[in-house]
């Protein structure tokens, strides 16, 4: 018998429904929650408000577009942790209601998990074990993948995330949250070696991102005056407007060459101390062009496979929550109904 799941992601701004059957993606309905660009970024209470407006038509559209009755579906999966507490309980009580009304079985996935397995969304699939980078607005991981359960972090940020590097520099920039995809579309026309950001020097698998945003602080105070990338001079914020108007293509393309190159000289280290020639990228900030190019690149240089979810399942969906539950179902691993959702959440 086929197995269908109904999937509900709800853990940050994004509300989102899916269905799957088999391991196959039916439908992945995504509603952005435009209201928050007005406030640099994302705001919990607003947040929690919209999705308690879009989840019903979100998961009336993902169920139509597959062309699936609520009768029909197996299990109901939802995004368990981490994220906003307010938004995650509102996907998480609307799949609880619904699998206690259809009587049918609930399946908790964790965030983090979901990103990871996106990739085996499409064909074809890395082979187990794999090494996935999993770079979000809240997260930066290596994870070691033995199978769709067994997941380790072996590598992570020891203060902020890629997606808080991309989003912070686009803000000292002076770019709308979220600045990562504009900083995307500006390196493109820009050359990445104007402007040499320093690299952090952090033991092991771990990165570290707050020394970029600092020296880029600093840089964009001298108003390009100094390649120092200290404290040295503090132009007027006429001066500093000119100089990020008249260079922001390089200005965008350094900075992402910086984070690019932080990221793969650590899944390198990785790939190379673990002998894993199967490398994954996912995650919001897999999305970028940069990334996706340079993660490719790497492959082909060093005779490993490489492999990127589609574009729509690397930002939040609900088709990564699907793929993870219906893995979930077939080992039996359900939830009941005291389950809560949590904020924060280990492996
Ligand atoms: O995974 P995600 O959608 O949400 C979290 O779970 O955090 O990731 C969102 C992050 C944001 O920081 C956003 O700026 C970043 O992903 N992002 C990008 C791009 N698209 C999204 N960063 C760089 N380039 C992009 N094209
Ligand atoms: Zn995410």
Same mark, same amino acid.
Not at 111 to 126: E, G, R, S
Not at 131 to 147: A, D, P
């Given at each position: 018998?086929?197995?269908?799941?109904?999937?509900?992601?709800?853990?940050?701004?994004?509300? +989102?429904?899916?269905?799957?059957?088999? *391991?196959?993606?039916? +439908?992945?309905?995504?509603?952005?929650?435009?209201?928050?660009?007005?406030?640099?970024?994302?705001?919990?209470?607003?947040?929690?408000?919209?999705?308690?407006?879009?989840?019903?038509?979100?998961?009336?559209?993902?169920?139509?577009?597959?062309?699936?009755?609520?009768?029909?579906?197996?299990?109901?999966?939802?995004?368990?942790?981490?994220?906003?507490?307010?938004?995650?309980?509102?996907?998480?009580?609307?799949?609880?209601?619904?699998?206690? +009304?259809?009587?049918?079985?609930?399946?908790?996935?964790?965030?983090? !998990?979901?990103?990871?397995?996106?990739?085996?969304?499409?064909?074809?699939?890395?082979?187990?074990?794999?090494?996935?980078?999993?770079?979000?607005?809240?997260?930066? !991981?290596?994870?070691?993948?033995?199978?769709?359960?067994?997941?380790?972090?072996?590598?992570?940020?020891?203060?902020?995330?890629?997606?808080?590097?991309?989003?912070?520099?686009?803000?000292?920039?002076?770019?709308?949250?979220?600045?990562?995809?504009?900083?995307?579309?500006?390196? !493109? !026309?820009?050359?990445?070696?104007?402007?040499?950001?320093?690299?952090?020097?952090?033991?092991?698998?771990?990165?570290?991102?707050? *020394?970029?945003?600092?020296?880029?602080?600093?840089?964009?105070?001298?108003?390009?005056?100094?390649?120092?990338?200290?404290?040295?001079?503090?132009?007027?914020?006429?001066?500093?407007?000119?100089?990020?108007?008249?260079?922001?293509?390089?200005?965008?393309?350094?900075?992402?060459?910086?984070?690019?190159?932080?990221?793969?000289?650590?899944?390198?280290?990785?790939?190379?101390?673990?002998?894993?020639?199967?490398?994954?990228?996912?995650?919001?900030?897999?999305?970028?062009?940069?990334?996706?190019?340079?993660?490719?690149?790497? *492959?082909?240089?060093? *005779?490993?496979?490489?492999?990127?979810?589609?574009?729509?399942?690397?930002?939040?969906?609900?088709?990564?929550?699907?793929?993870?539950?219906?893995?979930?179902?077939?080992?039996?691993?359900?939830?009941?109904?005291?389950?809560?959702?949590?904020?924060?959440?280990?492996?």
């Amino acid at each position: 018998m086929p197995v269908t799941v109904l999937a509900i992601e709800s853990s940050c701004d994004e509300t +989102s429904a899916a269905v799957c059957t088999d *391991g196959r993606i039916l +439908s992945n309905f995504i509603a952005n929650q435009k209201v928050h660009e007005r406030y640099g970024g994302v705001v919990p209470e607003l947040a929690s408000r919209a999705h308690i407006q879009n989840i019903v038509p979100v998961v009336q559209a993902a169920l139509q577009t597959a062309n699936c009755e609520l009768s029909t579906v197996d299990a109901i999966a939802f995004t368990q942790s981490p994220g906003l507490i307010g938004s995650l309980l509102v996907g998480s009580e609307f799949a609880k209601s619904l699998s206690l +009304s259809l009587n049918k079985p609930l399946i908790a996935v964790h965030h983090m !998990q979901a990103h990871v397995l996106a990739n085996l969304i499409a064909d074809p699939k890395p082979r187990f074990p794999f090494l996935c980078l999993t770079v979000s607005g809240g997260h930066t !991981q290596i994870v070691r993948c033995e199978s769709p359960s067994q997941l380790t972090v072996i590598g992570e940020t020891i203060d902020d995330a890629a997606g808080e590097a991309f989003d912070k520099s686009a803000k000292l920039l002076g770019l709308p949250y979220p600045g990562g995809p504009l900083i995307d579309k500006y390196a !493109q !026309q820009g050359y990445p070696k104007r402007f040499r950001f320093p690299e952090p020097q952090i033991p092991g698998l771990n990165f570290s991102f707050s *020394g970029l945003k600092t020296s880029i602080l600093y840089f964009l105070q001298n108003a390009g005056r100094s390649n120092q990338f200290k404290e040295e001079f503090t132009a007027t914020e006429e001066e500093k407007k000119k100089f990020i108007e008249e260079n922001i293509a390089d200005i965008c393309a350094s900075i992402q060459d910086r984070i690019i190159s932080i990221l793969l000289n650590k899944l390198k280290k990785a790939a190379v101390q673990t002998d894993i020639k199967d490398l994954c990228l996912a995650g919001g900030v897999s999305a970028n062009s940069g990334l996706r190019k340079a993660f490719t690149q790497m *492959g082909e240089q060093n *005779g490993w496979n490489t492999f990127i979810p589609a574009f729509e399942y690397c930002t939040d969906n609900a088709a990564m929550i699907a793929i993870t539950g219906y893995y979930k179902y077939l080992e039996g691993d359900f939830a009941d109904l005291s389950v809560s959702a949590s904020a924060r959440a280990s492996w």
